[in-house]
């Protein structure tokens, strides 16, 4: 009996003192720097503990003696530990965007779904919108989203008046062809989708969401994309 009994207590102990050491983290974290910590866990690294907070990631030792703000490189893999952490703590739920605030792009069977944030004078939203003509059986939701002019709410509105937006969209994004038109239509839309985004911490265009909540942030390369969307077909 002892014997089946010392792992779990083993197991549990080790379990409170990893939950004790994480509180102390977050407690003098806190102290420090006057804001609230959203989550605390070991990062696997150099015995340093990874805190969220504020929509960002730090690292810091369990005393609070030290703290290191940047990118964490995986030495062996290269990958951005971090960034991918990030991409991980600011999923959504697929179901919470609100896809009828979207110009939508329906190529092929249109099977896969992904969406995107993204300002029309945006240079990067740009390049990613040339890559994205290339995605076949896909459906695209593009969210108006100006954030860096009155020239980008003017065009957003355009747009989204447009008859037909995503061809408005491309023309625009990919060929250089100014919308024109009037936004005389109901443009709530696009108020509302920068509202939304404000709500998610959306700082930058273009700003990616997969049906599997995750987050990824900046002009993707479109082999990533396509990997994205093979991990998530069907959910």
């Known amino acids: 009996m002892l014997k089946k009994l010392l792992p779990a207590l083993i197991g549990a102990t080790l379990a409170t003192a990893a939950l004790a ?12 720097f006057n804001t609230k910590a959203e989550s605390v866990t070991k990062a696997g690294y150099l015995g340093l503990y990874e805190i969220y907070a504020d929509g960002q ?27 991918e952490r990030i991409n991980k703590l600011t ?7 609100p896809l009828g605030q979207a110009v939508k792009q329906v190529r092929g069977d249109g099977k896969r779904v992904m969406a995107s944030f993204e300002d029309p004078n945006c240079g990067y939203c740009k390049r990613l919108a040339k890559e994205l003509l290339k995605l076949e059986n896909v459906t695209i939701y593009t969210f108006l989203y100006p954030i860096l002019s009155q020239d980008s709410v003017d065009k957003s509105k355009q747009i989204w008046c447009a008859s037909d937006r995503a061809k408005a969209w491309n023309d625009w994004m990919v060929d250089g062809k100014s919308p024109g038109g009037n936004a005389d239509c109901d443009t709530s839309a ?3 989708n920068q509202e939304f985004g404000r709500k998610l911490n959306i700082s930058g265009t273009p700003t990616l ?24 077909a069907g959910k």
Not at 22 to 27: G, H
Not at 91 to 97: E, R, S, V
């Open 21 to 32: 050491d994480e509180a102390s983290v977050k407690k003098n974290f806190e102290a420090k």
């Open 57 to 83: 990631i730090l690292y810091g030792d369990e005393k609070g003696s030290a703290f290191i703000v940047g990118p964490l490189i995986d030495g062996k893999s290269m990958k951005n530990v971090t960034q």
């Open 91 to 97: 999923a959504i739920k697929w179901n919470d965007l």
């Open 190 to 192: 696009v108020t509302k």
């Open 209 to 232: 969401f997969f049906a599997d909540g995750e987050r990824i942030p900046g002009a993707v390369p479109l082999q990533k994309i396509e990997e994205k969307l093979a991990q998530t």
